[in-house]
């Protein structure tokens, strides 16, 4: 009697069990193919994400698609799939331009983040996704039903998902392109503000915006000056007033932000703030205090060559040439010392026009401590005087100093065929060309006329068909090819 009562409990035990099992099953396998779909959107196949959405739908039972069992699930189901059609439109519209197939894609988007926002209506993401929608089916519809009023609006949705999230950026960035596409540029101050305040570093992605003028200057400083007061990213907020402040011609207020951006965290500064401030006192004409903070930065760099070039640019960007020289010598007093002082200070001389200066200091490096750098100069110069013999002799000293640089290389052999060296110039622009990472056409272009003149008549067209290859804007090298073939028809020799 015992045992068949519990042969009668465990019937509806294992029934139950076994009604959980099949749920369970019935549950996982939509799941299963959600996340495929996930893997396949997060992967930029949004087409192919929407299959797996469409046949993890159908896998949902119909005694289960209302049931709070798989309400998470076809929450989440429905926006991702949503966003995946969304994905499709936009490239659609993208490869295909407007059409009713396309507007399609974005009515069936919208459906499903609907059925997501029923499910459960604060969540941010999915609003968003329906506003972005919202937004394309506003701005196509007049196009597909041009006679119809259009009844799409994504205001109230991008209101909602500001709302939802005070603080994102990319909703108010799309809200204030959604307000100036639609023609309504009212509200557009006030989120520009508000996205300042809470993000200081957008202020150079907002330069870039459709709805950018220089009228807006003001309201994007009171934006700044709001996150300063709040305490929101403050060292961001000084710099971008100083850059701000750049962009209306304030430069006693651009340095004025500069120093206390500078002096929030001194140990955060880069080698780039300090010559950033350095450029801000130049152009000022606080040259005492650029010096000052073009030498930080020296101090600071790992590379004070690279930094001290870049330095000279700034100086001669802004034609202040004979500046540079003053903080040359300014450099040359100080204790830091930087190997490539003197180099610099030649570039600068001969910026200047000063040749006979830049001669003389570029001899001085090469004759104490010579440099290929100094040399490549040297020959340049020479080249420009068309003194050919100077140009290969400082040329040649520069391969010997870098023997892996192909500009080098390239120097030396057109000095060599300036002196109709023409065997020893093919032999140097070999050189050139197995030291570059990629062999410009003109290299090839050189190359063939050294063969040329040897008559290798065939070599020197194989040169040529390769600048052609290189860059078929220029005819000049396929003609060139097709008259060394001519050439070499007419007069057949043993090199070739």
Not at 180 to 202: A, N
Not at 347 to 363: M, N, W
Request: negative net charge; proline residues 5%; aromatic residues 12%.
């Amino acid at each position: 009697m015992a045992v068949n009562k519990r042969r009668i409990f465990l019937i509806p035990v294992l029934c139950v069990l076994v009604l959980c099992l099949a749920v369970g099953v019935l549950v996982i396998r939509p799941r299963f193919l959600y996340q495929q779909g996930v893997r396949e959107l997060n992967s930029d196949n949004a087409a192919v994400a929407v299959g797996f959405f469409e046949q993890a739908e159908a896998a949902i039972p119909d005694f289960l698609s209302r049931s709070w069992v798989t309400a998470a699930d076809r929450f989440h189901l429905y926006s991702d799939f949503g966003w995946a059609l969304y994905q499709v439109g936009i490239q659609a519209w993208t490869d295909s331009g407007v059409s009713q197939v396309t507007f399609d894609w974005f009515v069936n988007a919208a459906e499903c983040l609907k059925k997501a926002a029923a499910i459960e209506d604060g969540d941010y993401l999915t609003t968003f996704r329906r506003a972005r929608t919202e937004h394309v089916l506003e701005r196509l519809y007049p196009h597909i039903h041009s006679l119809s009023p259009n009844p799409h609006d994504a205001q109230a949705l991008y209101q909602a998902a500001a709302a939802l999230r005070p603080a994102g950026i990319s909703v108010h960035q799309a809200w204030a392109r959604y307000l100036f596409e639609t023609g309504k540029p009212d509200q557009i101050p006030d989120l520009v503000r508000h996205l300042l305040s809470i993000y200081p570093p957008f202020y150079p992605s907002l330069k870039k915006e459709p709805y950018f003028s220089p009228e807006m200057l003001p309201i994007a400083m009171q934006g700044l000056e709001t996150a300063v007061q709040n305490g929101v990213r403050p060292r961001d907020a000084w710099y971008f007033l100083s850059r701000l402040s750049q962009d209306q011609q304030d430069p006693a207020g651009a340095i004025a932000y500069f120093e206390t951006y500078l002096i929030q965290d001194p140990d955060a500064n880069t080698v780039n703030d300090y010559i950033g401030m350095g450029t801000l006192y130049l152009t000022d004409g606080r040259y005492g205090e650029s010096h000052d903070m073009f030498i930080q930065s020296l101090a600071k760099s790992d590379d004070p060559d690279a930094s001290l070039s870049r330095i000279y640019r700034i100086f001669k960007d802004q034609e202040q040439g004979i500046r540079f020289l003053a903080f040359a010598d300014v450099l040359d007093a100080d204790t830091l010392k930087v190997a490539g002082l003197d180099l610099v200070r030649a570039r600068c001389y001969l910026d200047l026009g000063q040749v006979f200066l830049a001669i003389q200091t570029l001899e001085k490096i090469i004759d104490d401590h010579p440099t290929g750098p100094a040399c490549y100069l040297r020959a340049q110069i020479a080249a420009k005087e068309k003194d050919w013999e100077v140009m290969e002799t400082f040329s040649q000293q520069a391969t010997r100093l870098d023997p892996y640089n192909h500009t080098y290389h390239y120097l030396f052999a057109r000095a060599l065929f300036y002196r109709k060296k023409y065997e020893d110039a093919e032999f140097a622009l070999t050189r050139a060309m197995r030291h570059a990472d990629r062999v410009p056409a003109g290299y090839f272009h050189l190359r063939a006329w050294t063969r040329w003149h040897q008559k290798k008549f065939l070599a020197a067209a194989q040169d040529w068909d390769q600048a052609a290859a290189l860059k078929p804007e220029h005819p000049e090298y396929a003609d060139r090819a097709a008259q060394a073939r001519q050439q070499q028809s007419l007069t057949p020799n043993i090199y070739d």
